[in-house]
């Protein structure tokens, strides 16, 4: 019994894992830290919800994810007022622009090339956007959580989700009219 | 109401587009993971599994809850554990009980209310006892002496007693003491 639950978990961890990792990466801009994010709610959904029933494992995992991304900008908060003279480590701008740089190089055609160029701005423009939009847009859109998942996940109640996600959809479709045009 | 609808339909649309292209450029970014961070997130994930793997026992639990791990309690740990506890009793405790005089100096200042722990009183009490007759009668009670032999080591006790006694006080003293007690009695 237990081992089919182990393999249950796994394969959801398995199919979860790279996109819980580029949500924490953008939301913390530091390669590092989105991976001990990603392996502190793996540990912790593996250890209190690991015996819940396998369709509750996904809303689970985002909030326990949710959670610790927002205690990670806590805490960088608090370091920020006591370091107030160290300049911040912005790891994901410089990886953004080599891969940029990779698709200049490895791009097949043309019209695929400028397609890839527009996924990468869109990208930037999904990591300037503040945490809550940023969290609530990709929960939506991309994890498929509905608003009430989306809401518990978050902590916050629905018509924040529903505010914030407008916003958010706001927010990138005038960048993305800035870089259509440009 | 229609151009309404009309525009509302095509806000719709705009939201789509842009959300399905966010969600095709989030998905690229995810296939173009690097290996190197790949075999991180694997690796973190079977470290994740592990945790399912062991049972938890009560006491696995007890542990945890104290924030500590089964794993500190290997044999080795507790002798270490015994031995340390008895090095502290020995530090802390011996001192102060087995040396004698320091008793006699703290009950000599006053009385026996010198005494601030009632442990210290009555380990003292113990220690003075040595040398009393209940102790000497448990003894005698509690060996397997001949008559003889019992009646030399009671002999030998009212010596030692006896020595004792013209040390602290002096012979006359002692016979005064002796003779006024003879004569309230």
Known sequence: MREVKTIQIDDFLKEIEKRAFRMAQMATLCEADALDIVQEAMIKLVTKYGERDSGEWRPLFFKILENRILDWHRKQQVMKKLFFWRKPNLEIGTQDENEIEQVDHHGDGESQLISEQLGERLLESIVSLPLKQQQCFILRSWEGLSIKETAAAMNINENSVKTHYARAIEKLKIQQQIIENA | ?185
């Open chain 2, 1 to 185: 109401m229609g151009s309404v609808m009309k525009h509302k339909k095509s806000k719709d649309m705009t939201e789509d587009l842009i959300s399905q292209k966010a969600v095709d450029a989030l998905d690229n970014s995810v296939e173009s993971l690097s290996p190197e961070i790949q075999q991180k997130l694997s690796l973190a994930r079977k470290n994740a599994l592990e945790h399912v793997s062991k049972p938890t026992s009560s006491a696995r639990k007890l542990f945890s809850f104290l924030g500590l791990s089964p794993a500190h309690f290997g044999a080795r740990t507790v002798v270490s554990a015994l031995v340390f506890s008895f090095c502290l009793v020995l530090v802390f405790q011996g001192p102060l009980y087995s040396d004698k005089q320091y008793i006699d100096r703290q009950y000599t200042a006053g009385t026996s209310s010198a005494f601030t722990n009632p442990i210290d009183e009555t380990i003292h009490t113990l220690i003075k006892d040595e040398t009393t007759a209940t102790n000497i009668e448990s003894f005698i009670l509690l060996s397997s002496f001949n008559e003889t032999e019992l009646e030399v080591i009671e002999d030998l006790e009212f010596a030692y007693w006896l020595s004792e006694e013209l040390s602290e006080h002096g012979f006359e003293e002692f016979s005064e003491e002796n003779t006024k007690g003879d004569i309230d009695a």
